[in-house]
């Protein structure tokens, strides 16, 4: 079975500052997604960005980006000028392209952005 | 924009006692999820729910478990004779399409304490 793992159980950053949080994975499958979901208090968990694993390129939304290393099975997210409003537990998460129903979502890491 | 939802948003039950919880999922959404959170740990698949079946399940959905869309809006997942450790969060998502790189949005969550 699939395993992701977030070895960070919790991160700070200052306010403007960049964050960068980290996810490793366990898969035999070559192809497959990968997810990070952000989960502010007491809210749902809403999808912050997104990698197809066939894709080499590095996936970015506005001011938050990953980087993608596949050989080593890591996918970290970069939170660039971290804002107030990005205090919340970000889940890793991997999906397979062939079976494709389920989330895999590693334990979490719980970010405080400090002003 | 629009929302998974769920209620209630804390249930306390009694050992052995059944509980329903619901969810209304995105109204033209087709696919159908329910993932538990214990304390401490990962987010974990249930369930998966397409055209009135269930496409997909985990080791954990057991017979104390089942899902139904009793109508055109709800989604519920009933847990028979509760034990301690179901004590949990369950998260309801719902997604368009269903193939793995459909995003599945979630929501907040139920807070379900068995004592």
């Known amino acids: 079975a699939q395993t992701v793992t977030q070895s960070q159980p919790e991160m700070s950053v200052q306010e403007a500052e960049t964050v960068t949080l980290s996810c490793t994975y366990d898969?035999?499958?070559?192809?497959?997604?990968l997810f990070w979901y952000k989960q502010p208090p007491s809210r749902q968990m809403i999808l912050v960005i997104r990698?197809?694993?066939?894709?080499?390129q590095n996936a970015t939304e506005n001011r938050f980006s990953v980087n993608f290393q596949k050989a080593a099975k890591s996918f970290s997210l970069k939170i660039s000028d971290s804002q107030l409003g990005d205090a919340a537990m970000y889940f890793c998460?991997?999906?397979?392209?062939?079976?494709?129903?389920?989330?895999?979502f590693g334990t979490g890491t719980s970010l405080t952005v400090i002003p | 924009e629009p929302e998974v939802t769920q209620t209630p948003s804390h249930q306390v039950t009694q050992m052995g006692q059944e509980v329903i919880l619901r969810c209304v999922p995105i109204?033209?959404?087709?696919?159908f999820y329910w993932y538990r959170q214990i304390l401490g740990q990962k987010v974990e698949f249930l369930v998966s729910?397409?055209?009135?079946?269930?496409?997909?399940k985990s080791e954990i959905f057991d017979d104390q478990f089942s899902v139904e869309r009793p109508d055109g809006s709800n989604f519920t997942l009933k847990i028979r004779s509760t034990k301690l450790e179901d004590s949990a969060m369950y998260f309801c998502?719902?997604?368009?399409?269903?193939?793995?790189?459909?995003?599945?949005?979630f929501g907040p969550g139920t807070r379900l304490t068995v004592l």
């Open positions: 998502a719902s997604s368009e399409l269903g193939g793995p790189a459909d995003t599945q949005y």
């Open positions: 898969t035999s499958e070559s192809d497959y997604y």
């Open positions: 990698q197809e694993a066939y894709k080499q």
């Open positions: 998460a991997y999906r397979s392209y062939y079976t494709g129903n389920q989330f895999y």
């Open positions: 109204s033209n959404h087709l696919y």
């Open positions: 729910f397409y055209n009135n079946e269930i496409s997909e």
